[in-house]
């Protein structure tokens, strides 16, 4: 029974997605409590599941008991039970965030926004678990799908946004695919611990190569590495303010997260492509990302944009962390995303919760703010110490560690851009901060409304969570040293 | 250079598929109706699925259906199945998009009157 927590989790929500259609036909208003009860059965099965995990070590889950490679496996591995937390975690709270912030306009379109919604993170339950290349094509394509429909939902500007963010997502989906298949050609197998054992040998072929670069370049557009994230801040922007905390902090990661299975559990870390060791790519284009990310956050007005361009930053970081090549940074940059998880669904909650009060969206508008709202003000502050990284948050020990391991590294160029795309954050957050307490007091754009619960409970929890991540910032770094570091370091 | 040529002329099925792909990126990238760009993303998928058929081809093989228990099995005379599985996947995934997007594009029309991406940008200015 505690071996089958991984198809638990994924049918939880997913049941519930292709049941809500039938119930929502005479009952409406169960929607919501059924999407939060099944959401909220999966924090603690994937507890529950993390602490198998820690006991008993890694499960690997046989569909209808055909072993791999001929059945489909599912790996709950240390790395993916610990992201699995985070994600029933968030994706709980984004739920409750949902409650006020939906689109006020859906009407009857209320039962398959939820559907959407559940179909997303059973989705993104699949990305973490598959451990198979092309189980993460068809949940990534899930994923996708439901993204940009939820994107869409609410009509006007988010249409074309979402029509965009569709053109380049599937063009990645696409070239992912096509990665998928050169690997088959090769191998003729595509579980991923199969390919581990295949691969090694036949890592200078053609096929082998070009079909790692377009995997990369695949789900580089996935996860919005900084040459191709055209479509991310439109998309976040423009989405209901319900919608883009649950993209925001889990869509781009799990993403990331599946390329870190194939670069560190497929291909090897140590691959070199003509002599240039891939994971220096990485770090590098990791490092410009970072920064340029960083500084085109700081050109932003609109409250959620610069947000947006805050999580392409942290992508780059997350990649410098990862590319570094040595244990610390490996394990600093993976601790990063998580921090970066729950980061972003903090801004994107209170971007939401200031929407929903204020009607401000953009930061000369957050004026209102001041002396009107501490909390959320408080909550902001907590937010802003992590994304720029001040001690006691997490984001700072993530960043900690990605420095520690650079140095280890002596590579002193991820050093600097970490450095410089800090001071970048810092500058933006400097901008926002400036707008609430220094200039007049501005106004609302409406009347200020009463903050409901739910708002304050998610807002709150992220906050809190940001802190207690940082306090426990030892023993999640350790437990990621342990188990998620591909062996052979 | 000659015998690269040659090498390519040998595979005429991958030459399909680079023009494929290519022209379907030509058409997502240049063309301003929302339609088209579509057309274009369809012709880049459908790419993609004939390269996973191309790679799987084999001559003078038959279905993958034993008939009997008792014969041994020649696994070279029998069709790889696995690709065809993941070929019919990956129509489903592409019939689903083509969907979800001419869902979009409708609403768009709606809501703007026209498919032209640079006079919806003007509109939404």
Sequence with gaps: ?489 | MLELIEAWLHRPNFIAFVILFLWGFYIMVTHHNFVKKLIGMYIVQTSVIFFLVAISAKTGATVPILLSGTVPVHAETYANPLPHVLTLTAIVVQVATLGVSLALVAAIYRKYGSLDEDEILKRLE
């Design chain 1, 1 to 489: 029974m505690r071996d089958h927590a991984p198809a638990i989790l994924f049918l939880l929500p997913f049941v519930t997605a292709i049941s809500l259609p039938m119930v929502g036909l005479k009952r409406r208003e169960w929607c919501r409590p059924m999407a939060l009860v099944a959401v909220s059965a999966m924090g603690p099965v994937a507890l529950a599941n993390l602490m198998v995990v820690l006991n008993h070590g890694e499960i690997r889950y046989a569909f209808s008991g055909w072993a791999a490679p001929i059945g489909i496996e599912w790996v709950a591995d240390g790395l993916a039970s610990v992201v699995m937390v985070v994600v029933s975690f968030l994706a709980l709270l984004a739920l409750i965030h949902a409650g006020p912030t939906s689109p006020q306009t859906l009407g009857q379109r209320i039962v398959p926004y939820y559907t959407l919604i559940l179909l997303l993170i059973s989705a993104l339950t699949g990305i973490v678990f598959a451990g198979d290349l092309f189980n993460v094509f068809v949940f990534l394509e899930v994923a996708a799908l439901s993204g940009y429909a939820l994107v869409g939902v609410a009509g006007g500007k988010a249409l074309v946004s979402a029509f965009r963010y569709l053109i380049l997502g599937t063009l990645g989906a696409s070239l992912y695919l096509l990665g998928v298949g050169y690997f088959y050609a090769a191998t003729g197998t595509l579980n991923m611990a199969d390919l581990a054992l295949r691969v090694p040998a036949l890592v200078t072929s053609k096929a082998i190569v070009g079909g790692l670069i377009f995997m990369f370049l695949g789900l580089a557009i996935k996860m919005a590495l900084m040459p191709l994230h055209g479509w991310l801040p439109d998309a976040y922007t423009h989405a209901p303010e319900a919608v883009s905390p649950l993209l925001a902090s889990l869509v781009t990661k799990v993403a990331l997260i599946a390329w870190v299975r194939i670069m560190f559990g497929v291909v090897g870390p140590d691959t070199e492509i003509e002599h240039v060791p891939v994971l220096i790519l990485l770090e590098e284009l990791g490092a410009i990302a970072a920064v340029v990310g960083a500084l085109l956050a700081l050109t932003q007005h609109e409250l959620k944009r610069m947000f947006a361009y805050g999580g392409i930053s942290h992508i780059g970081l997350i990649l410098v962390g990862v590319g570094l090549g040595n244990p610390t940074g490996f394990a600093g940059g993976l601790f990063y995303l998580i921090n970066d998880a729950v980061m972003q669904a903090a801004l994107f909650f209170l971007a939401g919760a200031v929407v929903y009060q204020y009607g401000a969206r953009t930061i000369d508008e957050l004026g209102c703010l001041r002396g009107q709202a501490p909390w959320m003000t408080g909550a902001l502050i907590v937010m802003a110490m992590s994304m720029v990284g001040f001690p006691p948050t997490g984001g700072f020990f993530g960043k900690w560690y990605i420095i520690l391991g650079a140095i280890e590294a002596h590579h002193y160029f991820a050093v600097a851009a970490v450095i410089l795309s800090t001071i970048l954050t810092l500058a933006y957050f400097v901008k926002l901060f400036e707008r609430i307490f220094r200039d007049r007091p501005v106004s609302s754009v409406m009347s200020p409304v009463e903050a409901p619960l739910s708002l304050k409970v998610s807002v709150g929890a992220v906050s809190a969570t940001i802190i207690l991540l940082g306090v426990w910032s030892d023993p999640i770094v350790g437990f990621l040293l342990k188990t998620a570091v591909p062996t052979g370091w």
